[in-house]
Each structure stands twice: as structure tokens, then as C-alpha cells.
């Protein structure tokens, strides 16, 4: 046999590949007409988007933007556009945005809520991304009194005290040996502080104009009640999901009971608890501030499904990790703190995401208990004669802010996971 | 519905016992400001301008009340407040006086334990169906399609009606008024039902108000009024002889204009007593003499707070109908000041 068989001694130069791969021809073979039913599924939904945008564009675009009531909306876009066209009256947004955004709020003090939202950004960075200096943490903690005395106003030095009260606390029991002894210092700090603080009043004036929760609405009112719902149902929601895990009785008993009660009620039951009965069984003449009442009912709405989330990822942990912690003598705390919530929060990321998109989407049910968020005022502002009758535009607007915050939250949850995968590797 | 009933029955009754005897009129000089519950949003009753001042039908009767007490029409704070949560609103003090187009039953009254001071709007259930639906009476409706708020009385009426007359016809439960428009709107029913004041306001939404006719038939009795709770007279009172005060002023011709003028002294001797310039009405009522003036020129008379808001000529366009004085031919009658 003589060397009848080819052998190539060097490597053909790379060819670039043919045409129908490359380019926009060749993603759309691949992705858009890959089969016969992708094509198909392909030519349907383009139709589809055709369809709605030509039914939808014409009317987003042919509108008014300057008029001062719907009839007058309609002369104009049929001036401009001829008899019979149907255009959207964008007036209205221009007219009422502020409403829709900040409620009734002085207008002059719109500067508070918007300085109030620019410092929660600020305050949540640290938390929500590592690469923040880790000092910024303080801010955050003291962010929640800052916000609530800019948003409500009255004298600072509530808040103040209160804030002094916890630094007290803190900085008393690292003397303190015992963890019992430790709060009690801090529960004893913050007391004393808070009761001072009536006579720094006297003393020496210190405030910014109070505003009455029933001037606040619109999305003010939802990301308030949102944001504060978020905020204390994670730590709660873990504290639940732990002493439902936890081996000692008393405590999964209550833990079990108020998470299988909260669950088992509507939201909507429980706003109608806190609007209506709640200040039935106070004393009267006491007045417990209605947005109070609404954020304190959606947190523990929120609290008692995210406890039951956070179980779902500490169920999930292998037995060995548990067992790995005991073998490293940590306590309880400890174990919890650095080996098992660090793990069970990862798994739970996208429960928890989208409990909280869920809750603040939940905050448009305060319309039903007379709170004029959002869709509560939509209803107020057709009410005006000059405006009765608009409904798209209205609830369009309101669509896009609610998408664009929970947009941002998903997004989020998504960069997160991408990061702790990796950092995982 | 049914829980909701009983729940603001629980929450009146607990409130009667508790709370019975607190002189309203003293917590609201304490506070300052009168706290009034309105509907969130109502066409030609109650809603917020865009510098979120309320104003309306039923606002115009708390400025008038603010001002007796007051003498400033802008002294009363609004809580806007749904059809489910007016009641205990009422029965928790929350609020000092309801003025949300309540219709006046006698279980609200008796067994919710309410005191309704008087009738600001007759109004009553209608039907309104487009006109190329070539319909001209409701007896004509038989098997027609009805877009109807659920949880309302309008409901039962309907239920009523229909059944009485022999007719069979098919419901298309809604939960808001938007929400009803735009499915009447897009021949999603072939009828609305609501009250006609609703159905007029509605109607001057469309773009061609023309081809809706609103049809003949009132299927209910439907006396809205302002209500305040059981167990305070002195307070319950006071509203219900300011709601006389506007109507009187209607009919004795005293205007927002001319009632300052007229305190000082007229030929009639029962606008004297009303304005103060004659007797002691102020005094035996526990307000200040002139507090009738102020309620007049606070958002005017009767008459004129009605054309204001919801009269011919603005967008609702409401005949008097029912509504005129009774010298007129209306419903609307005060006793006399005397």
C-alpha cells in the first residue's frame, strides 16, 4: 500500500462563515424562522404587534397636550386631525401630574418628599450594592427617622431623640455583659430620650411646617406605604421563618399562628380592620394616624409571606450545612448569621423580589379604604366635570410609573443573582 | 355586603355606649376645624381641583357648616370616604358630619344609629340606553342586558323592578362607575342603571351625548342628605338648621351677595330672626348670631350652590325637577325660623 491516503500538512486559513449565518438574516433564520411552528409563531405575533400598534399609535400621537377640559381636548384633536379621529387627552396628565405624584401636598414644599426620596436612594445604595464605602450603613440606619420627620414635618427633635436614644443604648451596652442586660439598656435609652424630648420643644424650637397624612397621596403615598412595607417585612419575615423553624415551642406556636392567620385574610379584610375597626377599640379622642395603621397592616401582610418565602430557602439547605455550623462550635446566632441566612437569602432572592413587587403593586387596594393613592385620585379627577370620563390616559400613566418601579426592582433582583453566582465560583 | 352591615352595626352600637353624650360642637371649636367625610370622587358633589380644594354639591353644605361654626368656609378638613367605610367613619368620630350622597333608609337611620338632618338632593334610580337601541320605555326592557354597580341599592331595586314587571333580564355586575361607563360605552350592555344624577353626568362625558337617552322611568326613591351620629341633638341641630338656613335663604331670597346687607335689618321679620338681626337664634343654637350669614355667603343659597355645580348650566346640566322649592313646584322645604 503506498501513501495513497491524503493527509493535510497545514491548516486552512479560516473562512468567514456564509451569509444566511451571519447579520440580521442569519439571527432572524436562526431564532425567528428556526421551524415550522417557530415561523409561524413568528408571522402570528408580528401581526399581533402590528395590529395593536396600529390601533394604539395613532391615538397615543394624535392627541392634546394644552387643553384645559376633555370636550375641549376633542374640538381640538378633531381641528387637527379631522372629524372622527380619537386621540388621547394628554392635558390631563399635564394639568394633574403633580396631584397623581405628590397627592396634596403643599406645592411649595415638594421640595421635602423629593429631597426625602433622593436621600432613600442614597440610603439604600449601601445595602443594596457591596462596592459602597460600608460607612454609609449608618446613614441608612438613621435614614428611616430622617425621612419620616421630612415627610411629615413637626419638631425635630422627636425623631432626634429618639435617634440620640439607640446611639446611647448602643454605645451603653458594649459595657454590658449580658445580652438581656444589653437591651434592656437600649429599650431604657431610648425611653428616657423620648420623654426628653418634649421639653427640648420648650426649650428650643426646632421644626419644619407639620403635614397632616390626609394631604399625602397619589404615588408619594404608594412608595411611602411600599417602601416601609419592604423595608421591615425582610427582618421580620426572617425572624418568622426562623422561630418556625426553631425547635422550642411557645415561640413556633405564635410564629405558626400569625403566619397561617395573616395568610389565611385578604388584604383587603385587613385594610377594612385598620380603616374602620381599629380605631373603634381605642379610647376616643385618640387619633392614630390612618397611613400608620395601613403601613403597619401591609407589613405584617407582607411579613407573614415572606417568612414563609425565607422557609422555603432554609428548607433547602442541605442537612450538612446545619450540621457543619454545629461542628464549628458557633452558637445559634452565630451559625444563622454566617453560614445558614447567607445561603437560604440567595435561593429565596427571586421569592422575595417578587414578594416585594407584589406588595407594592398590593398599596393601589388603599383606594378601596378612601386613601387617594394613584387610582384613588384617578377616580377623584374624573370627578372634576372637566375631566369626567377619561380613563385610558389615566390609567396609562399610572401603569408606567408602577412599571418602571417595578421594572427597576426586577431588574435588580436579576443583577443580584448574576453577582452571587459568580461570587459563588 | 352582608358582614360589612353588621360590622358598622357593632361599631355604632359600641360607639352609642361609649361615646354618647360628647358635646361635638366643643371637640370642634377645640379643634378648630370642622372634619368632613365626602365621596372620593363625584361628579358634580364632591372633588378636588387641582390645587386640591375640594369643591362640590355636597362640599358646598360643610363649607356652609364651617362657616356657621367658624365664620370661615375654609375651615373644615375633608376625608374622602368610600360607600364601605362612610358609616364607621360616621360612628368613630373620625369625621363630624357626613355629606356624601347618602341615601336616607330606615336601617341607616335606626339600626346604624344615625341622625340624618335633612334632604339635599331627591334623586332616584333611572335607566339610560343608547338610542339607536330604539327603546322608549323601561317596560320595554324585557331580556335586555343591565351594566349595574354591585353592592349598591341600585342592585336590588333593579332586581325589584325587573321582577315586578315581569321581565327577565340579564346583569352585567360591575364594581366601579368608570369601569360601568366604558363597558356601556363598548355595547358591552344595552342598558346602564344608576341614579340619575349619575346617569346625567355620565351622559355629558360621551362624546356625542345625543344618541343617549336617558329613559322615563324612576324605579326608586332615593333622599340623599347630610348625616352626623345618634346621641348628640345639639349637634345634629346645628346641621340640620344649617341645611334649613340654605333653603330658607333660597326661598326668602337672600343671596351670597345681599345676605350681609340684609343682616342689618329687613322689612321681614323671619329673615331677620334667620340672619340675627331680630331674637336670639344664635344664642339658644350655640353659635355666634350672624353664624346664618356666614352659611349663606360661604357658597351662596341654596339655588346657587345647586347651579353652580350641578345645574343646567355646567357640564352635568340637571333640571330642578324634584329639586325646586316648593313654591316652585319641587320637594325642597324648610320649616320655618320662627
Redesign the interface.
Known amino acids: 500500500m503506498d501513501g495513497t491516503t491524503f493527509v493535510r500538512k497545514e491548516i486552512l486559513a479560516a473562512q468567514s462563515p456564509p451569509t444566511s449565518e451571519i447579520g440580521i438574516g442569519g439571527w432572524a433564520r436562526e431564532n425567528l424562522f428556526g421551524s415550522v411552528f417557530n415561523s409561524v409563531m413568528t408571522v402570528l405575533s408580528a401581526t399581533a404587534v402590528v395590529l395593536f400598534l396600529a390601533e394604539s399609535l395613532p391615538w397615543i400621537l394624535q392627541s392634546s397636550w394644552t387643553a384645559n377640559s ?2 375641549e381636548c ?1 374640538e381640538r384633536i378633531s381641528d387637527r386631525y379631522g372629524e372622527g379621529v380619537h386621540g388621547a387627552c394628554w392635558s390631563v396628565i399635564r ?2 401630574y403633580l ?1 397623581m405624584l405628590f ?2 401636598y403643599p ?1 411649595e414644599l415638594y421640595w421635602r418628599p423629593i429631597l426625602t426620596f433622593v436621600l432613600l436612594l442614597g440610603a439604600l445604595s449601601p445595602v443594596l450594592f457591596p462596592s459602597i464605602p460600608r460607612i454609609l450603613l449608618v446613614f441608612s440606619a438613621v435614614y428611616p427617622f430622617v425621612g419620616y420627620w421630612l415627610l411629615w414635618g413637626g419638631s425635630i427633635w422627636g425623631p432626634f431623640s429618639i435617634v440620640a436614644g439607640f446611639a446611647i443604648g448602643i454605645f451603653a451596652g458594649q459595657h454590658v455583659k449580658y445580652r438581656i442586660a444589653m437591651i434592656a439598656v437600649l429599650i431604657l435609652s431610648v425611653y428616657l430620650c423620648f420623654r426628653i424630648s418634649g421639653y427640648l420643644q420648650t426649650a428650643a424650637p426646632v421644626g419644619i411646617e407639620p403635614i ?1 397624612s ?2 399625602m397621596g397619589g404615588f408619594l403615598l404608594s412608595v411611602t406605604i411600599g417602601t416601609t412595607g419592604i423595608v421591615l417585612s425582610l427582618p421580620i419575615g426572617i425572624l418568622l421563618a426562623l422561630g418556625r423553624t426553631s425547635d422550642l415551642l411557645i415561640v413556633k406556636a405564635i410564629c405558626v399562628g400569625f403566619i397561617e392567620f395573616i395568610r389565611g385574610v385578604p388584604l383587603i379584610t385587613l385594610l ?1 380592620v385598620a ?3 381599629l ?2 377599640f381605642m379610647p ?2 385618640t387619633n392614630f394616624d390612618l397611613i400608620l395603621r395601613v403601613v403597619i397592616m401591609v407589613t405584617l401582610f407582607a411579613s407573614a409571606y415572606m417568612a414563609e418565602v425565607i422557609r422555603g430557602g432554609l428548607a433547602a439547605l442541605p442537612r450538612g450545612q446545619y450540621e457543619a455550623a454545629d461542628a464549628l462550635g458557633l452558637d445559634y446566632w452565630k451559625s444563622i448569621r454566617l453560614v445558614i441566612l447567607p445561603q437560604a437569602l440567595k435561593i429565596s432572592i427571586p421569592g422575595i423580589v417578587s414578594t416585594f413587587i407584589g406588595l407594592f403593586k398590593d398599596t393601589t387596594l388603599v ?6 393613592d394613584p387610582l ?1 385620585l384617578s ?8 375631566w ?2 377619561i ?1 385610558w390616559e389615566l390609567y396609562g400613566f399610572v401603569a408606567l410609573m408602577f412599571f418602571i418601579f417595578c421594572f427597576a426592582m426586577s431588574r435588580y433582583s436579576m443583577y443580584l443573582e448574576r453577582k452571587l453566582e459568580i461570587s459563588n465560583h | 355586603m352582608k358582614r ?1 352591615y353588621l ?2 352595626a357593632a ?1 355604632a352600637l ?2 352609642s355606649t ?2 354618647a353624650g ?1 358635646a361635638t360642637l366643643d371637640d370642634v371649636m377645640a379643634k378648630g376645624h370642622l372634619q368632613c367625610g365626602v ?14 380644594v375640594w369643591e ?1 354639591f355636597d362640599v358646598a353644605y360643610c363649607r356652609a357648616l364651617a362657616a356657621a361654626i367658624f365664620g370661615d368656609p375654609m375651615a373644615v ?6 360607600g ?2 362612610r358609616f ?2 360616621l ?4 369625621i363630624d358630619v357626613l355629606s356624601r350622597n347618602t341615601t336616607w333608609t330606615f336601617s341607616r337611620d335606626v339600626d346604624l344609629k344615625q341622625t340624618f338632618v335633612g334632604i339635599n338632593y331627591y334623586d332616584g334610580q333611572g335607566f339610560m340606553a343608547k338610542k339607536s337601541l330604539g327603546v322608549g320605555s323601561a317596560t320595554e326592557l324585557n331580556g335586555a342586558s343591565v351594566c349595574i354597580q354591585t353592592g349598591t341599592t341600585t342592585e336590588l331595586n333593579l332586581a325589584d323592578y325587573f321582577r315586578s314587571n315581569g321581565m327577565e333580564y340579564d346583569p352585567i355586575p360591575i364594581e ?1 362607575n ?1 369601569e360601568a ?2 363597558l356601556f360605552f363598548a355595547d358591552a350592555c344595552d342598558v346602564y342603571t344608576t341614579d340619575r344624577s349619575g346617569l346625567a ?1 355620565t351622559r ?4 356625542d351625548p345625543d344618541s343617549l337617552v336617558v329613559l322615563p322611568e324612576i324605579i326608586s326613591k332615593e333622599p340623599l342628605g347630610p348625616l352626623v351620629s345618634h346621641g348628640d341633638d345639639q349637634w345634629a341641630d346645628i346641621a340640620r338648621w344649617v341645611l334649613n338656613a340654605l333653603i330658607s335663604a333660597e326661598e326668602l331670597g337672600v343671596t351670597a351677595d345681599n345676605a350681609m346687607e340684609m343682616a342689618a335689618g329687613t322689612n321681614n321679620p323671619e329673615i331677620n330672626r334667620m340672619l340675627g338681626s331680630e331674637g336670639n337664634f344664635g344664642e339658644m343654637i350655640g353659635l355666634s348670631a350672624d353664624w346664618a350669614v356666614h352659611a349663606i355667603m360661604a357658597r351662596g343659597n341654596y339655588a346657587e350652590i345647586f347651579e353652580r355645580n350641578i345645574g343646567v348650566n ?3 346640566g340637571l333640571e330642578r325637577g324634584a329639586n325646586a322649592i316648593w313654591s316652585d313646584g319641587g320637594l325642597v322645604y324648610s320649616p320655618p325660623f320662627r
Do not use: C, M, W, Y
Open positions: 376633555l370636550s376633542r394639568e394633574r396631584q397627592g396634596f406645592s397632616e390626609a394631604q377594612f380603616s374602620t375597626l380605631n373603634l376616643p379622642g383606594s378601596i379604604i378612601g386613601l387617594l384613588g377616580t377623584s379627577i374624573r370627578a372634576d366635570s372637566d369626567n370620563g380613563v | 360589612l360590622l358598622a361599631a359600641g360607639l361609649g361615646g360628647a365621596n372620593t370622587g363625584l361628579v358634580g358633589f364632591a372633588a378636588p381641583d387641582e390645587n386640591g362640590g378638613k375633608f376625608t374622602p370616604v368610600t364601605k367605610t364607621t367613619a360612628a368613630s368620630g373620625e366601579t368608570a361607563k366604558e353626568a355629558a362625558s360621551h362624546e355646567t357640564p352635568i
